[in-house]
């Protein structure tokens, strides 16, 4: 496995709010966490672990504290803000639990926003969009605003959208927590699929054990600090 490429390497991680102040808190303490290219890998932790707060920052939405990231081999800590920007679109597709579709724009435009950030071109986005979109079975739902489509099918249509721009991470934020079973299992479904045939990265952030037993390797995270590693296969 350590000759494997590194997808993500945190060394060190600290983080802290309120730094400095009477109510300084820190949430991580010293977080270590290599991800090899092409696992699926799950964060388990309740409320309040500190689950967030790391998916923050292997998104890199956050700054840590203390420590180094690199994704892809590229030291994240050494980034300005802009060329942060440029990685979160182009290098990680990120899925949520709310969508975060927009509601005025059809499913096929939604998955072509990130591609527009990117500078890609007006017929690469389309062909692409629709590419995923199929990928996700939303072909028959590519002109339909969010409005019109149920919770699988917009978290289908967000799935389409993370892979847009061909990220080399995928990051999953309790994706099935909106959704009824038998629809949150279809959603991991693709999340295999993608994995496997893919080759993609996966990193799910989840509460639910029973998700989790779904990955090749499950993390538990408990008041900030990994207190434990299970290897599936």
Do not use: C, W
Request: glycine fraction near 10%; avoid cysteine; aromatic fraction near 6%.
């Amino acid at each position: 496995m350590e000759n494997r490429e590194k997808t993500i390497e945190l060394t060190g991680i600290i983080k802290r709010f309120y730094v400095g102040k009477p109510n300084e808190l820190e949430i991580l303490h010293g977080i270590d966490l290599t991800v090899y290219k092409g696992e699926f890998v799950s964060i388990v932790g309740a409320s309040g672990s500190g689950k967030s707060t790391l998916m923050n920052i292997i998104g890199v939405l956050d700054r840590p504290t203390q420590g180094d990231y690199r994704l892809d081999g590229l030291d994240i800590s050494s980034l300005k803000d802009q060329e942060l920007s440029k990685i979160r679109n182009r290098k990680i597709g990120f899925v949520f639990q709310t969508y975060n579709l927009l509601s005025r724009t059809s499913a096929l435009k939604n998955v072509e926003l990130p591609m527009m950030y990117a500078g890609v071109g007006p017929k690469e986005r389309t062909r692409r969009a629709q590419y995923y979109l199929e990928m996700v079975g939303m072909e028959n739902r590519m002109y339909h605003k969010p409005d019109e489509l149920s919770g699988g099918q917009k978290q289908r249509v967000s799935i389409a959208r993370a892979m847009a721009n061909e990220p080399s991470l995928l990051l999953a934020d309790e994706p099935t927590g909106a959704l009824d079973s038998k629809t949150g299992n279809r959603i991991m479904d693709i999340f295999h699929r993608l994995n496997r045939e893919e080759g993609k990265t996966i990193v799910l952030i989840t509460h639910s054990a029973e998700l989790a037993e779904q990955t090749d390797r499950i993390i538990t995270i408990r008041d900030g600090e990994i207190t434990g590693e299970r290897r599936k296969r």
